[in-house]
């Protein structure tokens, strides 16, 4: 009936694993937990060794290599047995304990044409400084309410915690020409959207629980940004997404006005005074966004 597959890349996911392991043993289903190491530290690793040997529906995994966010849940996919498949990423806290029972009232039919989206939310504020960038971005732009996440359904999607059929997933699968860090979920809702299947929003997040320092943060941005150009290039200007996705319009109208290479330099020289306000204790999204404009802007200068 069910596959739950997790992509683990150094963190403890042990309490996750164990909290899922529960609530399945608890429903009239027969399931599996898929928890794959993708290239994680030997020291990431000796606590998760731990689910080796817990429970037969526990199959965890070693991967020396780093295969990427997409390689990785394709790989997953491809050794999953049941008919249905529930990604979730490995920093997860989940809410309680009934999370995977909102998901089975979705076990039917139904989800052989469309795919179910629990949606994120963020714990309270840390009171670390070197969080709150990630904390604010996290809050502010990724824990939207279900019924937002439904006013825009594929450009809403996010592979932290979704149910997918295995017969659509083979369909779809991970754009695997993607490296590093970010935009597999704007690629795949964008494949979904082609495909004219259907996104349904729940309301069933997961606590996002690994929050990064803003010096990680910026470095998976900075990727997120690489990614995101690729697919610019895939897509180009006439695409939906193009419309969609706020960056890519602001770098439309940039480049219409004729004024992408002056704010570029103009950004160039702002760099290290944003860069240093990003790390404080009250990081500025507007700030965040210019930071992010000016890694595209170099980056598509750079083609």
Known sequence: MLSICIPVYNYHVLPLVMALLAQAKQLPIDFEILVWEDGSSEKSKIGNRKLANIDPRLHYVEWQENSGRSMIRNRLADAAKFRYLLFLDCDADLPDNQFLSRYANHWNLQVEQQVVCG????????????????????????????????????????????????????????????????????????????????????????????????????????????????????????????????????????????????????????????????HSSKPSLVLFDLYKLYRFLDRDRKE
């Open 119 to 278: 949606g994120r939310i963020y714990p309270e504020q840390p009171v670390d400084d070197d969080l709150q960038l990630h904390w604010w971005y996290g809050t502010l732009k990724e824990s939207q309410p279900v019924a937002r996440r439904r006013s825009a359904p594929n450009s809403s999607f996010m592979t932290n915690n979704f149910l997918i059929s295995r017969s659509i997933f083979e369909h779809i699968r991970f754009n695997e020409q993607l490296q590093g860090y970010g935009h597999e979920d704007t690629i795949f809702g964008w494949e979904l959207q082609k495909q004219k299947i259907r996104i349904e929003h729940i309301d069933n997040p997961v606590i996002h629980a690994g929050l990064e320092p803003a010096s990680v943060f910026l470095q998976k941005t900075n990727e997120g940004i690489n990614n995101l150009h690729r697919l610019y290039k895939l897509m180009g200007k006439e695409s939906t997404w193009f419309k969609e996705i706020k960056l890519l319009r602001l770098f439309g109208r940039l480049q219409q006005w004729g004024i992408a290479g002056i704010t570029h330099w103009i950004l160039n020289l702002l760099q290290k005074p944003i860069e240093r306000q990003l």
